[in-house]
């Protein structure tokens, strides 16, 4: 198995084992390791530490997420802006779900300055501005969409005290997207 092989395998044993657990704490380096059928010093050589490397498989776990939701979602909504909020939904729905693994990723991201995750909402936001915006507009939308819900992730109940917004509230969770999507859609 070559470098870039044994890579991918890791990343997947991780996305893997995090469906199987509540924490992202459950997980250790050396279960990975037997799981991936690779020596710990490979991991450490490909992702230099536990948490990159479990930012790394959630980041893609997520990012499969979205694009199987984006295949799936142009076969049920013609509107682009309601699947991009329908999108949204799903990926909170699965933050809801899984609090403290999303807290640890959002939180490592931010602290490694991680500038991928947007990157994911690109495709549908083409669609919503076709040929109106270039590339660095559509990213610089993707960051205004999602740092805000990242921020607001990280801690709810001050999220809640900010803004009277209850997160884990689904109704109150969806009518926040649609402010955030709505807002910023106004504003291009």
């Known amino acids: ?78 509107n682009p802006v309601e699947k991009f909020k329908t999108m949204l939904k799903e990926l909170y729905s699965f933050g809801e779900q899984h609090e403290k693994l999303i807290k640890f990723t959002i939180t ?6 991680e500038m991928q995750t947007p990157l994911f909402l690109i495709p549908v936001l083409k669609e919503i501005f076709e040929d109106k915006k270039d590339e660095m507009g559509l990213r610089i939308i993707a960051l205004q969409v999602l740092l805000p819900i990242q921020v607001a992730s990280i801690n709810p109940t001050e999220f809640h005290l900010y803004s009277g917004i209850d997160l884990h509230e689904e109704d109150q969770r969806n009518s926040f997207i649609h402010a955030l999507v709505d807002n910023i859609m106004k504003v291009q």
């Open 108 to 113: 490592q991201n931010i602290l490694n300055g």
């Open 1 to 78: 198995m070559n470098d870039k092989d044994a890579r991918t395998n890791i990343i997947k044993v991780v996305v893997n084992m995090l469906s199987e657990v509540d924490d992202v704490e459950q997980i250790t380096v050396r279960q990975v390791a037997e799981r991936a059928n690779v020596g710990i010093g490979l991991i450490n050589y490909h992702f230099n530490s536990k948490n990159n490397l479990l930012s790394i498989a959630v980041a893609e776990y997520m990012a499969k997420m979205a694009t199987g939701f984006l295949i799936q979602g142009n076969a049920f909504n013609s």
